[in-house]
């Protein structure tokens, strides 16, 4: 390892925050008890100096490095004893030997850094010689000493090197807060914020709030009871939330946003929030131009599909021979025009958007003189897209319109059980027919019977099959939950 490594790793260690450690200070002062000196010190090796982190018996907090006998004891293996300075060629002319210092003996425990690197070493020093040295027992007890020395160092490393990643993190977390395009903020449980990057004051132009009672004036005052209301009973439970709500920014004006957060637990069982408020005002009056047109495109339809009604209702007042065409032809399009109704936003469906309601809608006109439904929906329930209400009304009105004519709505007693399942990917809906005539099959599909095989496969993704029994008609579906929801 070259000097420069050496002292690289010297450094990691912090000596300026070592300085007088109360730990290393206990160790120097039971190793001079230990053996029975006057003088014991904790050293570091620096590229100039020698300088003693923690000391015993010497005032002096430094020395040069050419004089030091420490930097002799961290390069030797074994601890160096230096019994008589005077009589040891390598320190009789030292400085620290003939000055006023008068060093005599010497022993050394060198410290060793975990990647090899010598440091310095834990000393004991005497100003009269021993020329017995120190006991067996004392040179252990010094050794051990040592290594409580590098444990002390260690402990400081790691420490070092955790909040240095501590503070990257907190340096990362804090660049990649104050680059957001929202407000980010932190809260405890009852509301007092802690943090606010700098986005609040750029969009909204005043100091951050210090809790949500002071953020107050910032809601629209219509959106006030609801944001502060929600906000405040979301902490009791301790799970995410977002609010949408309209707050002023700086030029005066009300904006949309989102406000989101989410909670951590801390170490004492409390929750402390993280989020964040995103400017949606745009995405907003997007939304409601959107609904505008979509609102006026269901008005718009659902006027078509009564023209298109009443023309085909005067059309066969003058050609009363194409009747039952003309009947079947209306109830289609009533039946596209109550689904189109059911999928529309502000439905008044209680079911909107989920496909037992759709069918609850469509099968509405096939009830007994009690009002009781003929065609019974039962089992799981899934939910629909504007886009599928098409193709599902045009099947299952077909099934329904067919079994009026042939099957078990053709007579009074006769009542159908569709039963849904939810297999996972797929929804399996079986429509059994009850108490009417046997069905009847083999011959040539229909033009309905090819609507529903169109639909079933093209646009809902899935499967169909008829069976023939004796006690009526039983038609099997697969549907791909993917095609109906997307």
């Known amino acids: 390892m070259d000097e420069d490594e050496r002292l690289r790793i010297v450094e990691s260690f ?4 070592l300085e007088d450690d ?10 001079a008890r230990l053996c029975d000196v006057p003088v014991a010190q904790v050293t570091l090796v620096e590229e100039l100096r ?3 982190l923690a000391g015993e018996g010497l005032d002096i907090r430094e020395t040069p490095r ?5 930097a002799h004891a961290m390069l030797t293996p074994e601890m160096l004893e230096v019994r008589d300075a005077t009589l040891d060629p390598r320190f009789s002319d030292n400085a620290l030997v003939t000055g006023p210092t008068a060093v005599r003996f010497y022993a050394g425990q060198r410290l060793v850094s975990e990647e090899g690197a010598p440091l310095g070493a834990l000393c004991v020093i005497d100003a009269v010689p021993r020329p017995d040295g120190l006991s067996d027992f004392q040179k252990h007890g010094l050794a051990v000493l040592g290594q409580a ?8 490393r790691s420490n070092i090197r955790a909040h240095r990643e501590i503070q990257q993190r907190e340096d990362r977390l804090a660049a990649i807060l104050e680059g957001l395009p929202q407000i980010a903020w932190s809260a405890d449980g009852k509301g007092n914020f802690d943090y606010f990057n700098s986005r609040w004051a750029k969009q909204i132009g005043a100091a951050p709030p210090n809790n949500t009672e002071d953020w107050k004036e910032y809601i629209h005052p219509d959106d006030r ?10 902490p009791k439970k301790s799970e995410a939330f977002e609010h949408e709500f309209r707050m002023k920014f700086a030029d005066g004006s009300y904006r949309w946003v989102l406000n989101q957060a989410l909670p951590m637990t801390e170490q004492d069982g409390t929750a402390h929030w993280f989020g964040t408020v995103t400017d949606i005002d745009e995405m907003h009056q997007l939304l409601e131009q959107r609904n505008m047109l979509t609102r006026e495109l269901s008005h718009r339809i659902k006027n078509i599909f009564a023209v298109m009604i009443g023309l085909a209702t005067l059309k066969v007042r003058k050609t ?5 065409f003309a009947n079947e032809l209306i109830a289609v399009l009533r039946a596209l025009n109550r689904a189109h109704e059911f999928v529309q936003p502000g439905s008044s469906g209680i079911m909107q958007d989920k496909l037992q309601g759709l069918l609850a809608a469509l099968f509405a006109p096939y009830t007994n003189d009690s009002d009781n439904p003929r065609v019974r929906v039962s089992g799981d329930d899934a939910n629909i897209s504007q886009q599928v209400a098409t193709p599902l009304a045009l099947v299952f009105h077909e099934l329904a319109t067919n079994s009026a004519k042939y099957g078990a709505l053709s007579v009074d007693e006769g009542h159908v059980n569709l039963v849904i399942e939810d297999c996972g990917d797929t929804l399996a809906l079986t429509w059994v027919e009850h108490g009417g005539p046997p069905a009847v099959g083999g011959g040539e599909d229909g033009f309905g019977s090819r609507l529903v095989e169109m639909s079933v496969k093209s646009q809902l993704g899935g499967t169909w099959e008829r069976r023939f029994t004796e006690r009526g008609l039983v038609v099997d579906l697969t549907i791909a939950k993917s095609s109906i929801s997307r």
Not at 149 to 156: D, I, W, Y
Not at 320 to 324: G, I, L, R, S, T
Request: proline fraction near 9%.
């Open 14 to 17: 912090d000596p300026d925050a």
């Open 22 to 31: 109360p730990e290393l200070k206990s160790i120097v002062e039971f190793a």
């Open 50 to 52: 020698q300088r003693f």
């Open 66 to 70: 050419n004089v030091s006998f420490c």
């Open 149 to 156: 020395v590098m444990r002390r160092l260690n402990a400081r």
């Open 225 to 234: 009871g609801f944001a502060l209301d929600n906000w405040l009973d979301t």
């Open 320 to 324: 009363p021979e194409h009747e039952p």
